[in-house]
């Protein structure tokens, strides 16, 4: 009796310490296009559990249970207009991808900062691009499909999210293995996506300055740079956001439609911006509607990756 008690404490803790999070550094000593940073440059979480001052950027890694496990898996991209990353708000999401089988890991990255960084407009881009190719490379490992490893940004996330949708033929980092960078999905919250002057916009400031030139910001306007090649994409707006206009959204759904890549938008009447897994002003889940379009496109079948 005694042994059998034992036993099933043992197996609770092994499952509870699976579901765990891991925290996966995404490089070694050698961060790429880093400067040495000052001593007083220390990174901070404060009561909201904003971030700020990345130096060291990682993975925060949650699993499904295997016995739901889809081997499908998704990096989600944390918002904060690049000059904070809101990972709290990202673990619930996190978690809730976990609950219909999807892997799930949150990014801490790099903020666009002259401090630490040689080039901080391609940072964010760096760490998005490492990302994907550690999951790719481990896929195996954590019993992950490497075809089947998507992206989700919320707010600026979105947009270095749609950034590594688009632009994953440029890398700004080295592959020597040459790792597919390209997302096989895209799940768009609220996004930043359009870097036009006409639209104020710290999300743009931040990363590239206020008086980049034009051909700085069209290459950060990803609803230009959308080809046939780029993901299937799930996007999210509501359509009082008055932080980030719906534009944003439908831009780059009009762009995806003209060159055919599968895509799905929903928008909400009223909700504004930042609300996360839950729309107050709505009664419908967002998260339901991406869990059915990420179905109904393949991307949740069981290929025996448990």
Request: aromatic content about 10%; glycine content about 8%.
């Amino acid at each position: 009796m005694k042994k059998n008690i034992l036993f099933f404490f043992f197996i609770l803790f092994a499952r509870y310490a699976a579901a765990q999070d891991q925290v996966i550094s995404l490089y070694g000593k050698d961060i790429p296009n880093s400067k040495k940073a000052p001593a007083s440059f220390v990174e901070q979480k404060d009561s909201s559990g904003l971030i700020s001052n990345v130096t060291h950027p990682s993975l925060m890694a949650y699993f499904p249970d295997k016995s739901v496990a889809s081997g499908a898996a998704v990096i989600i991209c944390p918002g904060g207009g690049y000059s904070v990353v809101a990972l709290d708000e990202c673990v619930d999401v996190a978690r809730e991808f976990n609950k219909v089988g999807v892997a799930a890991f949150v990014l801490k990255y790099r903020l666009p900062n002259d401090t630490i960084m040689v080039d901080k407009s391609i940072g964010p881009l760096q760490d998005a691009q490492k990302a994907i190719m550690i999951v790719r490379q481990r896929a195996t490992e954590w019993g992950i499909d490497p075809h089947r490893i998507g992206m989700m940004g919320l707010s600026a996330g979105g947009h270095l999210t749609s950034t590594a949708g688009t632009h994953f033929d440029k890398p700004v980092i080295e592959n020597k293995e040459q790792i597919s960078l390209r997302p096989d999905f895209m799940m768009l919250i609220y996004p930043v996506i359009v870097f036009d002057l006409s639209i104020a916009s710290g999300t743009r400031e931040s990363l590239i300055g206020k008086t980049a030139p034009e051909a700085t910001l069209n290459f950060f306007s990803n609803d230009k740079h959308v080809t046939g090649n780029t993901p299937p994409t799930f996007l999210v707006h509501a359509a009082d956001d008055d932080v980030v206009p719906v534009k944003n959204s439908l831009l780059f759904y009009n762009a995806l439609l003209n060159a055919k890549v599968p895509a799905e938008v929903h928008i909400f009447q009223a909700g504004g911006h930042g609300f996360g897994l839950e729309n107050p002003k709505s009664k419908n889940k967002w998260f339901d509607w991406c869990r059915d379009w990420l179905d109904e496109n393949g991307f949740l079948k069981d290929t025996g990756m448990k």
